[in-house]
């Protein structure tokens, strides 16, 4: 059958039309989500506003910081636990950006904490 054999149809004939879906309750509304994706810029700071001197370290991109004491042996102080601090990123939530630090021990699993709780390791 050839393109011109095939029959021809009308956008919208069949009478029926579209109803958007109801907002499922307890999640976000399109609003708040555009409104979240205008926020990134307030909360993520950008390269220009970290170098003002405002006792932050640069953060690249992908949310990553770029901390002092990387690849350093730290301590948790919430956990009393010690190992190597891998990666510090910032997460965006509802209430503001956190930063979170990774560490991982000599021999066991990584673990993540409030960036505030890490502290060089004697």
Request: hydrophobic fraction near 35%; avoid cysteine; glycine fraction near 10%.
């Amino acid at each position: 059958m050839t393109a011109s054999a095939l029959p021809r149809r009308t956008p919208g004939a069949s009478g029926r039309a579209y109803i958007p879906p109801a907002p499922r309750t307890g999640a976000p509304s399109q609003a708040l989500g555009l409104r979240e994706t205008g926020g990134r810029d307030r909360l993520m700071p950008s390269a220009e506003t970290q170098s003002e001197g405002k006792g932050v370290n640069p953060v690249d991109p992908d949310g990553y910081e770029q901390h002092p004491l990387l690849n350093k042996n730290v301590r948790d102080i919430a956990s009393r636990a010690e190992g190597i601090l891998v990666a510090v990123t910032h997460q965006l939530h509802s209430h503001g950006t956190v930063r979170i630090a990774h560490i991982r021990p000599k021999g066991g699993i990584e673990w993540t904490t409030a960036a505030d709780n890490v502290q060089l390791a004697p």
